[in-house]
């Protein structure tokens, strides 16, 4: 089955604690991409990348890195995360061309204390 | 920067069309126009995507204005499951999946 999978689902951690929320695509999709969602703020987009070893920022990337080592994953890193980083998280990948659709993870639930 | 302006919400009744109106007057010639929604606690889904001409699926239809710089997501019997945040998005070459503020759907019995 097409899936983008991530995990973990829930997480609780404390302020500077770091953490990796991982991201896995069984599809061989070249793009994929971090957005985090608030209330009243929408899908805003963390990091994304073009394919292995390409990664760019997106609106809000300052307290998050990202790495393309393989295909088919794509963590995000919080190397000291704070408050203000409690988010839903969600994970996407798609093929380049642009008549194909995306694929989105179920979300990974932060709460940051 | 490929914008698109869509209304904050809208109201259907159950087994009504609903018809969910974007504006994009930014669109170039190659990008796409692709619908995304957000059912609740749910990851985005795919709904419908074109380029150009009108396009049906199972789940919807999708009209595109001539000059492309409107579309319009078409349910033709909205139900108590249609209930979500609908996302109208352009892809173009590059940072293809950009997402704006959606239209909140609410579906009446």
């Known amino acids: 089955e097409a899936q983008v999978t991530q995990n973990p689902r829930y997480l609780i951690t404390v302020t500077g604690k770091k953490l990796t929320v991982t991201c896995s695509q069984n599809m061989n999709h070249e793009y994929m991409s971090w957005y985090r969602q608030d209330p009243g703020l929408g899908l805003r987009q963390i990091y994304y990348?073009?394919?292995?070893?390409?990664?760019d920022k997106g609106d809000v990337p300052e307290g998050y890195k990202v790495s393309r080592k393989e295909k088919r994953n794509f963590p995000l890193i919080l190397e000291s995360p704070s408050p203000n980083q409690t988010s839903l998280y969600f994970c996407?990948?798609?093929?380049?061309?642009?008549?194909?659709?995306?694929?989105f993870g179920q979300g990974t639930r932060l709460t940051v204390v | 920067d490929a914008k698109t302006t869509q209304p904050n919400s809208m109201e259907s009744n159950e087994e009504e069309p609903v018809h969910l109106p974007c504006n994009h007057s930014?669109?170039?010639?190659?990008?796409?126009i692709h619908w995304y929604r957000q059912l609740p606690s749910q990851g985005p889904e795919y709904v419908i995507h074109?380029?150009?001409s009108n396009v049906n699926n199972r789940m919807a239809s999708l009209a595109i204005a001539e000059d492309r710089k409107s579309s319009t997501l078409i349910l033709h019997r909205a139900t108590l499951r249609d209930a979500a945040v609908y996302y109208c998005i352009l892809r173009r070459a590059g940072n293809m999946l950009t997402f704006g503020g959606g239209t909140r759907l609410m579906v009446k019995p």
């Open positions: 996407a990948s798609s093929l380049v061309p642009l008549n194909t659709e995306a694929f």
């Open positions: 930014t669109i170039s010639g190659t990008d796409y």
């Open positions: 990348s073009m394919n292995v070893e390409v990664t």
């Open positions: 074109g380029l150009t």
